[in-house]
Every structure is written in structure tokens, then in C-alpha cells.
């Protein structure tokens, strides 16, 4: 009789174990989002994607803000971590386990995929208005706040001083731990200069508040947009003042990058199917909680320019709405194929 218990508790593991994982894995009731420190637009995106799923879905997700991708990046194989806020660059160094990432993932890249693109990240070096500092290049000796734990925002960072012919030999750098605190150091009188301030940051408002704000112009033109490029992939954005652009105080442009919506490989397809149909049913309900967020429209989404592949439960959806292109498949295998 002891045999035979154990032969049927044999077959039963043995079912179990050859279930696909979405038959195995259940729906989970909660899932965690990675997102940089509060105060940062990624930070306001992940708490955007938070609260229209947890209002339109069953499942109740919690942002847990850290130090960027760096900190969050190791949790999604013991998944801890669920989803998570990051640029296009992170993305993909994290993907490929490059830069960085190559010591973290100890070569093997983390299981990371796309669930969707969300804004254009459109950042520049920010000053405070009463420092008379107005271009980029006269940052030369300047004190600057920009040398970042995390490799993408030291890109950044190089990437708007080389618009502006300049390099870290010629300012003086700060070391702080994200962005907020680069600008926390200029209101504070620390730092001349923050890189990688971002457009609608809350901690910015801080800074106007006491030394009123001033987002530094780039220079579009063929040779600056080079110099630019060569440091982190982007493209220059025209900018015009208006609400939620504290620190624009003329029509300038500044350099964009896109910011995407990712998720651990082994988080259920089913559940994120329902994110993906949440956000993209209820994409409205971002602007109220941040204007720059009513960019955050469905046809951004999917891009021929995704540098990661996407999650199947997110391609599910985007079949079922005409939005996943005989392109975008080819897209998917190439990528896929990166890490095969």
C-alpha cells in the first residue's frame, strides 16, 4: 500500500512539473513595481501604473522606489521584484547583461521583457535661475552633480555636457546617488549644475520654489545632435513652457529618450495580459495624476524601436487589437534570438 501512495504522489509531481508555467504559476494577487527614487518621473510612472491597475483589475500592485535599476535588477529572478520603470538603455544593458549589468547578472543578463512603452524622457542639465548660467557651455569649471550609481544616468549626463562640446575633465563633479539629490545639492548651494533633471520632477519644484528653476537649451543642430547621440541614444525634443514644465522658461530643446514599462520573464502571461488591458483601456486616468503623463497614450505602446523583447502576455493583447505587426514579430525574434 506504501508503494502505491507513492507512486500516485510520483505521477501527481510528475503532472505538475509538466504543466506550461501560466497552467502552473497562479494569478497573483499582488505584484511589486521597481521604480527609481520618489521625486523622479520614473518613480510618478510606476505610481501612475499602479493605481489604474490596481482601480481596473484584481490585482493590487505596490511601487517600491530604490537606487534605479542597479537595486532592483537582482530581484526579478527570486521575483520580489514584478515589473519595473526604466529606460530604454538600462533595458537593454540589463537585458544583454552589458555594462554594469555584466557583474550583477555575472553575464547571463536578467529576465527582463517589455511590457510597454510608456513616455519620452526629456531631460537637460538644470541650474538655478539666480546663477546666471544660461548655456551649457558656460558650465566649464563649474561644480556639477553627476557622478550617478547608475551607469545610464552617468551617460546622460556626459551625453548634455558633450552637446555643449564640454566633458567631465572640464567641471568640476559632484558625487549624489540619483537625481533628486543632484538637485537637491544645486537648491542647497552644493552643486552649480544637476544632470539628468527631467521635465515635471517634484523636486525641481523645490528648487524654483527657492532659487527659482532654469532647464538648460541644447544646441539641434547637425553636429551637437552627434556629439549627443554618440553618448546615449535619444533624439532632441522642442520644448515650450506650460504646466507641469517648471524650469522651461522659453521654447528650447532638450534630449528625449523613451521610457518603458518591463517586467520579470516568468510573471504569469494571464496577469499580464490584464495589466497591459488596463493601461491601455484606461490610459485617461494618467494625465490627472501628472500632465506629462497624457503623452502616455496607447499608440506608444508598442514601438518598432524596443530594444528588449516584449512579454507574450503583453503580445497577446497587442494581437488582439491589431496593434502586433508582421514587423514587430520580426522584431521579437531578433531579439530573442540576442540572448539565445
Known amino acids: 500500500m506504501k508503494r502505491s501512495w507513492i507512486g500516485i504522489l510520483a505521477i501527481g509531481w510528475a503532472f505538475v512539473l509538466s504543466l506550461p508555467a501560466s497552467a502552473a504559476d497562479a494569478q497573483p494577487k499582488t505584484v511589486s513595481i521597481g521604480t527609481h527614487p520618489m521625486g523622479s518621473m520614473f518613480n510618478i ?35 520580489e521584484i514584478d515589473l519595473g520603470v526604466v529606460n530604454n538603455w538600462d533595458a537593454e544593458k540589463g537585458y544583454l547583461g552589458q555594462s554594469t549589468y555584466q557583474r550583477l547578472s555575472e553575464g547571463k543578463g536578467f529576465p527582463l521583457r517589455l511590457v510597454a512603452v510608456t513616455i519620452p524622457n526629456s531631460i537637460s542639465l538644470v541650474v538655478s535661475a539666480n546663477s546666471g548660467i544660461t548655456k551649457i557651455t558656460e558650465l566649464k569649471g563649474k561644480r556639477v552633480a553627476g557622478s550617478f550609481p547608475t551607469p545610464s544616468l552617468q551617460a546622460q549626463t556626459e551625453a548634455i555636457l558633450a552637446n555643449g562640446g564640454l566633458s567631465f575633465a572640464d567641471v568640476k563633479i559632484i558625487p549624489v546617488d540619483s537625481p533628486p539629490s543632484g538637485i537637491k545639492a544645486v537648491t542647497e548651494g552644493r552643486a552649480d549644475a544637476s544632470g539628468t533633471a527631467t521635465i515635471g520632477m517634484p523636486v525641481i519644484e523645490e528648487l524654483h520654489a527657492r532659487n527659482g528653476a532654469r532647464f538648460l ?46 517586467s520579470r520573464a516568468g510573471l504569469p502571461d494571464d496577469a499580464v495580459y490584464q495589466i497591459t488591458k488596463a493601461l491601455w483601456e484606461n490610459y485617461k486616468e494618467f494625465a490627472p495624476i501628472h500632465p506629462l503623463l497624457k503623452e502616455w497614450t496607447p499608440e506608444r505602446f508598442v514601438s518598432k ?36
Not at 547621440?229 to 529618450?257: C, F, I, R, S
Not at 503583453?314 to 521579437?332: D, P
Request: aromatic letters at 10%; glycine letters at 8%; hydrophobic letters at 40%.
Open 217 to 262: 537649451p541644447l544646441d539641434a543642430s547637425a553636429e551637437p545632435v552627434r556629439r549627443t547621440n554618440a553618448k546615449y541614444p535619444g533624439y532632441p525634443v522642442k520644448v515650450t513652457p506650460g504646466p507641469g514644465k517648471t524650469g522651461v522658461d522659453q521654447e528650447m530643446h532638450l534630449w528625449a529618450y523613451d521610457i518603458y514599462l518591463v
Open 305 to 340: 524601436e524596443a530594444r528588449i523583447p516584449y512579454h507574450p502576455g503583453g503580445v497577446k493583447f497587442y494581437r488582439e487589437k491589431g496593434a502586433w505587426t508582421s514587423e514587430m514579430e520580426k522584431l521579437q525574434r531578433e531579439l530573442l534570438a540576442q540572448r539565445q
Open 45 to 79: 510612472i510606476g505610481t501612475a501604473a499602479a493605481t489604474v491597475v490596481a482601480k481596473n483589475t484584481t490585482i493590487m500592485p505596490t511601487v517600491k522606489p530604490m537606487a534605479g535599476p542597479v537595486a532592483w535588477y537582482p530581484l526579478l529572478p527570486t521575483a
